[in-house]
């Protein structure tokens, strides 16, 4: 490992600080990553994962372990939530994986996150310290340093701010832009296996698409569990993030779905709910020897189940950068920025379309049914070509060339 004399420090343990730590500590850089919980970790739920971001876990060293924890689904299969027909299913078997170089799978959070987590414990170069929260920073002569709650001064050649979509990195930066509320909220639950109507116990992503609501369900952690995500407007203007909900809400908002996609919304017993928020895009993450990152960003919309994606390939282009620039972060954070921003607003902005088409109605319901049950396989390819694919990303194809 080539060891620079540079030192980083990342405001954030969540999947886009610890790929960042990952990144730039390969190259040589001393990082230390402050994360304001007690405890470095992640909710208890399920995620999708792109072939882009098994491209990028390649790159950062920790693929196979990623992998190994993956559960691979054949599909992903849109319902019409009304009728109870199928309008999409895009395959993911192997000529998609020949296709774009890796896998499409779905994980636990807590594993995704433990993999990026056991591989920074073990790195000699990563420090993790927690209960620190990040305040504020400064640019100094040599780099930058922050502020924590606790009242500590850390300071490096560089900050990366890590700290998601209520970040505070962020705040100074713009000035306080404000975050972008949906009007829409998720409802998540596990299941386990036995709970899962059998008649729906699909390897796949499904995706339920109704009236202004939409549900998805896929098997997690070797088929012992299912993940089960109800998303839908609401009225309510005091949404928080991961608090308890309802199941008198979500039952109420999708009356209109077929009984065979609404009696799994009977089984949880136990629902958490969380606020879906984005904001608008910038055209500048940096501030001296300070950049952005991850959902701090360009928080998303989960429509495109792409948000830790991007923060995946943020920490590949950043350590990239790094690299290139001999250490030196200033000229590295524009070329990061330069080349991120157009992909991951593309996203961003997908997302918010997405959603749209997710909760169409009426004759919005009809095109988008007809549109998409026309579409073949080799369709489905080429749409996604430009994310899945990686799009020119260092780290695409690096297993495919291995
Ligand atoms: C319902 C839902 C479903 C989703 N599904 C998918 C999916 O299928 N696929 C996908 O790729 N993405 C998905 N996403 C998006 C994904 O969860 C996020 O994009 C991703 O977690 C962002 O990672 P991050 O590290 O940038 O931010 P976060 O995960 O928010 O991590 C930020 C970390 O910083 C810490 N922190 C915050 N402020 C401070 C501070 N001031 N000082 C120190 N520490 C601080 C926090 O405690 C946290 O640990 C989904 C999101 C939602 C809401």
Redesign the pocket.
Same mark, same amino acid.
């Given at each position: 490992m080539p060891m620079t004399k540079s030192s980083a420090i990342v405001? %954030?343990?969540?999947? %886009? %600080? /610890? @790929?960042t730590a990952l990144g730039l500590a390969n190259k040589g850089c001393r990082v230390t990553v /402050?994360?304001?919980?007690d405890r470095?970790?992640?909710i208890g @739920?399920?995620?999708?994962?792109?072939p882009n +971001?098994f491209h990028a876990m390649d790159y950062l060293g920790i693929g196979d372990a990623g992998r190994a924890k993956a559960v691979y689904i054949d599909a992903l299969i849109m319902m019409d939530g009304m009728s109870g027909e199928q309008i999409f299913r895009g395959p993911l078997d192997e000529p998609f994986r020949r296709e774009f170089g890796n896998p499409y799978a779905?994980i636990h959070?807590a594993d995704l996150h433990g993999v990026f987590l056991d591989a920074c414990r073990a790195h000699p170069a990563i420090t993790l310290v927690n209960k620190?929260?990040?305040?504020g920073f400064e640019n100094t002569a040599s780099g930058a340093k922050?502020r924590?709650?606790a009242g500590n001064t850390y300071e490096a050649d560089a900050v990366i701010?890590? $700290?998601? #979509?209520?970040? !505070?990195?962020r705040e100074q930066i713009t000035g306080g832009d404000p975050i972008r509320y949906s009007g829409h909220v998720?409802y998540?639950a596990v299941l386990q296996l036995d709970q899962m109507p059998e008649d729906l116990r699909w390897n796949a992503a499904t995706l339920w698409a109704g009236p202004k609501c939409h549900m998805v369900h896929y098997p997690l952690q070797g088929w012992r569990t299912f993940n089960l #995500?109800a998303?839908f407007v609401t009225d309510d203007k005091n949404v928080g993030?991961n608090e308890p909900g309802t199941r008198e809400e979500v039952l109420g908002r999708f009356g209109n779905i077929v009984p065979k996609a609404r009696k799994l919304l009977e089984v949880p017993t136990e629902w958490r709910r969380?606020v /879906?928020a984005d904001r608008d895009p910038i055209p500048n993450w940096v501030d001296g020897r300070v950049a952005l /990152?991850? $959902? @701090?960003?360009h928080?998303?919309?989960?429509y495109?189940?792409? %948000? +830790?994606? !991007?923060? !995946?390939e $943020?920490a590949v282009c950043l350590a990239d950068k790094f690299e290139r620039f001999g250490g030196d972060f200033g000229p590295a954070f524009q070329a990061y920025q330069q080349e991120r921003i157009p992909r991951a607003y593309r996203v961003v902005y997908g997302s918010r379309e997405l959603g749209r088409i997710y909760h169409a109605d009426g004759v919005e319901r009809l095109v988008r049914n007809a549109w998409l049950k026309s579409k073949t396989p080799e369709e489905f390819y080429a749409g996604v070509r430009w994310l899945y694919g990686g799009n020119g990303l260092v780290g695409a194809g690096q297993k495919a060339a291995a």
């Open positions: 405001a %954030g343990g969540g999947i %886009g %600080g /610890l @790929a /402050l994360e304001q919980a470095f970790g992640e @739920a399920g995620i999708q994962i792109g +971001a779905v959070r620190e929260r990040v305040v922050v924590t709650a701010g890590a $700290d998601g #979509v209520r970040s !505070m990195v998720a998540r #995500v998303t993030s969380w /879906l /990152l991850g $959902d @701090a960003a928080p998303t919309y989960q495109f189940a792409q %948000g +830790a994606c !991007m923060a !995946m $943020d």
